[in-house]
Each structure stands twice: as structure tokens, then as C-alpha cells.
């Protein structure tokens, strides 16, 4: 399948990590979303209900990255991708990035981003 929405750079603060300042202090995360599913009724009737609102997919990622701290952005990637299949049955295939841009690493660094894909 080739349809497809993204959503890029969802923006939320959380407190994950394996250490006690990042628990205690948290920091901003982003996370990017690429649902497949097939959008050939909603290109063509032009109505919400065939397609998924992505307005509720970002309230539920940046829901998610706000609540139950992890240790690891890879259990949070997966939490994300899990309760989004679970939530829009009209999702095939889902993509989901974490980044985490001010993570604890000796050395200068842009970005650290951890991908998790699900499929139904």
C-alpha cells in the first residue's frame, strides 16, 4: 500500500530515561508518525470518516509522552505504535520515530531517534 499520512515533529515534554535527573528534570521529546492505510475513499469522498483524524493522533502521541515515564524511547515508541493500531482500526502499518535531542551522551550530538513499525 502507498497511502500514507505523517505527521512530523510532535512536540510534548516527558520525563524518560534511565536516569534520575532525566526522571526529575525531563525534557522535550519529538516523535514523527507514518500511518498506512488506504485513503482511495477519503480522496474521493472527501469526508473525515474515511479517513483517521490526525489531530487525535497527535493528542494521543503527545498524551503518551507526557504520561507513564520509560526508561527507554524504544518501550515509549512501542507503547505509541501499539495504542495507535488499537485505536484507528483503519491504520494497516504504522511507523513511529522518537527523538530525543537532549539525551545524556558524552560527545555533541543533533539528534538521538529510535523507530518502531507495527503492521496489523
Do not use: W
Amino acid at each position: 500500500m502507498s497511502d500514507r499520512i505523517e505527521l512530523k515533529g510532535i512536540e510534548a515534554f516527558g520525563y524518560h530515561g534511565v536516569f534520575p535527573e532525566e526522571r526529575r528534570d525531563g525534557q522535550i521529546f519529538y516523535a514523527d508518525i507514518c500511518a498506512e492505510l488506504d485513503l482511495e475513499a477519503a480522496s474521493n469522498s472527501d469526508a473525515l470518516e474515511d479517513t483517521v483524524d490526525y489531530g487525535a493522533i497527535v493528542d494521543l502521541v503527545a498524551e503518551d509522552i507526557q504520561d507513564d515515564p520509560c526508561d527507554l524511547i524504544e518501550h515509549l515508541a512501542g507503547r505509541i505504535a501499539d495504542r495507535i493500531l488499537f485505536e484507528f482500526h483503519k491504520i494497516n502499518r504504522i511507523s513511529v520515530t522518537i527523538h530525543k535531542p537532549s539525551a545524556p551522551v558524552n560527545g555533541n550530538v543533533l539528534d538521538i531517534a529510535v523507530t518502531i513499525e507495527r503492521n496489523r
